[in-house]
């Protein structure tokens, strides 16, 4: 079976982590931008929304924290699915992140299996939502025409 990268943008304002993450993404496959403050993620996923299946995005950062930008990616790129990373011991955080409507998160430093279970599971709720999309507007276009097309 032909595996079909996840296409991740990470975002962390840890150059280091992020660039480690990044090769060893890279080396299984995955498609991997990376940013490192809210503000150049919410930046970037505007010119390459259709780019991201997942945005590994971690919770404590300066300016824009990670639960503000969740907020945001929520907000503007409702389809792109969140896994948010904490470095700090603190789970809290992290569960409130799920409840705005993070996919899961992690506590750093990450298992690299378990980080890559959880990108596959994002990666396909990503799919469902936009496959029940498609599905929804396939209705809509037969009821439109009367059922004939």
């Known amino acids: 079976m032909i595996k079909i990268p996840i296409r991740v943008l990470i975002v962390d304002d840890e150059k280091d982590f992020v660039e480690m993450l990044s090769l060893r993404l890279n080396e299984v496959g995955e498609k991997v931008m990376s940013a ?49 990373l904490t470095g700090h011991g603190t789970t809290e955080t992290a569960v409130q992140g799920m409840k705005l409507g993070a996919f899961d998160y992690l506590l750093k430093p990450a298992d690299f299996a378990d980080l890559q279970e959880k990108l596959e599971g994002a990666r396909k709720r990503k799919d469902e939502q936009e496959e029940r999309i498609r599905q929804a507007e396939a209705k809509l276009l037969v009821r439109r025409s009367g059922g004939a097309f």
């Not at 403050?37 to 590994?56: A, I, Q, R, T, Y």
């Not at 824009?64 to 907000?75: A, H, P, S």
């Open 36 to 84: 490192y403050s809210g503000k150049e993620c919410l930046d970037l996923l505007e010119k390459e929304k259709d780019n991201v299946d997942v945005v590994v995005l971690d919770i404590k950062m300066p300016g824009m924290d990670g639960i503000e930008v969740l907020g945001e990616i929520r907000k503007r790129f409702p389809l792109i699915e969140t896994i948010m």
